[in-house]
């Protein structure tokens, strides 16, 4: 009996998260929410990837690659948004 492929939950959310923590980290004062999206996104796909291992449903293989997607989108836009809220907290971009 073959198993039915499902869609990995949270797979588009954590893409469109990990995707919109980039721009928002180099909008003016967004920064610090693209550091929230980006840490939501880094959850929520390390979540999902966590249950693609070890569950038993069979999850699509599109799924899973828009998860991993969405993670690395996550981690540079999260790193950049740290970079950004470090230059203006210094006031290194004003000067």
Excluded: D
Aim: hydrophobic share 55%.
């Amino acid at each position: 009996m073959k198993q039915e492929e499902r869609r990995l939950p949270l797979s588009t959310v954590t893409l469109v998260f990990g995707a919109l923590s980039i721009p928002l980290a180099f909008a003016g004062h967004l920064c610090s929410l693209a550091l929230v999206l980006g840490l939501y996104a880094i959850a929520f796909g390390w979540w999902g990837q966590r249950r693609a291992r070890t569950h038993l449903l069979r999850y699509t293989a599109a799924s899973v690659k828009r998860s991993r997607l969405g993670i690395r989108l996550a981690l540079f836009g999260t790193g950049a948004a740290i970079v950004m809220w470090v230059l203006w907290a210094t006031n290194a971009l004003l000067g």
